[in-house]
């Protein structure tokens, strides 16, 4: 009886890992084109919505996370963490 709830709970927590390294992906995908854009001087309107763009993301998708408890918030971190680590590995690569 004890091996459905935690089945459960890892299973919950292994999602909300891939969904973590998932919006990890885009979160630095837009802030890799929110250095382009700042770097070449086109302005700060684009700039700006994407800063804010993923700063409300990235509220709004954790604390929805937050509430299914703290086993899937730690694992969305980890996997956000994850996608930070492959997000540099691909600038040091194009360098």
């Known amino acids: 009886m004890m091996q459905e709830p935690f089945a459960s709970v890892a299973m919950l927590a292994l999602a909300t890992a891939f969904a973590g390294a998932a919006f990890g992906l885009v979160y630095f995908a837009a802030l890799d084109r929110t250095a382009v854009l700042l770097a070449t001087g086109r302005g700060w309107l684009g700039p700006s919505i994407l800063t ?3 700063i409300a993301a990235a509220t709004i998708i954790l604390a929805l996370i937050a509430r299914l408890g703290a086993a ?3 694992a969305a971190f980890l996997g956000f963490l994850a996608a930070r680590a ?3 590995r691909a600038v040091r ?3």
């Open 52 to 54: 804010f763009g993923r």
């Open 72 to 74: 899937p918030l730690l």
């Open 86 to 88: 492959v997000a540099l």
């Open 93 to 95: 690569r194009r360098e």
